[in-house]
């Protein structure tokens, strides 16, 4: 079975934007949380214009390179654009979560508005049984909230933004998790745990 994972950039205080976050602003002013994707010498293999640190970009390819869809909360969509019309993703399609009508969304989207669950099922179709990223604070929570999350990696700036959006949303209790592994990298530390069930 596919795995549904994210894989976002996030300050030490927790928050994955600045302040003021929207269309035209992108992390409002917390742009440094990607620094990490363009300050190397190692060209992505899976994103033509990132080039990273070597151990940065073993870590990202390795998780980009899984992504069969990617399932993305409105306001990710909204902030972003529209991804003009495509995805955030070189090859994996886009999926949108929202609870009301999205105007605008192109034939290469997908408009998800009757749950998280129905929107990860949607996403782990178009997969193909590749493996589902999501993005956005909300998605992410909501995901956790119905077991749906196999993975979570925090790619984790040094910064305390001080405000923003929040990488994780209220919880009704604990979710435990297992470090699969941690990977210091220039201006960025990888963590990856495994969600336990
Ligand atoms: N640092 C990074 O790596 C990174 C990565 C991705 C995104 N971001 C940023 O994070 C910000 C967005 O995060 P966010 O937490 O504010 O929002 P989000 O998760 O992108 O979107 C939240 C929205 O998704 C919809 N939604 C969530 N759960 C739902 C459910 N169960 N059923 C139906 N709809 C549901 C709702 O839209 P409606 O209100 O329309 O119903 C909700 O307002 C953006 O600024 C984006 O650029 C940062």
């Given at each position: 079975?596919s ?40 060209p ?52 949108v ?9 192109s ?25 589902v ?65």
């Amino acid at each position: 079975m596919s795995k549904v994972f994210c894989g976002l950039a996030v300050s030490v205080d927790g928050y994955i934007t600045g302040r003021d976050p929207g269309a035209g602003r992108g992390l409002g002013d917390a742009s440094m949380l990607f620094d990490w994707y363009f300050d190397g010498d190692t060209p992505s293999q899976v994103f033509d214009s990132f080039k990273l640190s070597a151990p940065s970009a073993r870590v990202f390819d390795a998780a980009a390179g899984r992504v069969g869809a990617i399932l993305a909360g409105r306001n990710t969509y909204e902030d972003s654009e529209h991804f003009g019309g495509g995805s955030p993703h070189p090859t994996a399609p886009l999926v949108v979560l929202s609870h009301r009508p999205v105007p605008g969304m192109s034939d290469r989207q997908t408009l998800v508005t009757t749950g998280i669950e129905d929107a990860v099922a949607a996403a782990r179709r178009i997969a193909g049984g590749k493996d589902v990223g999501l993005m956005g604070g909300g998605v992410v929570t909501e995901a956790l909230k119905a077991g749906l999350v196999d993975e979570l990696i925090l790619h984790q700036v040094p910064i305390l933004l001080g405000g923003g959006r929040s990488f994780f949303q209220e919880l009704p209790g604990h979710v435990r998790l297992r470090l699969v592994e941690a990977v210091p990298a220039p201006g960025v530390t990888h963590l990856h745990y495994e969600v336990e069930r």
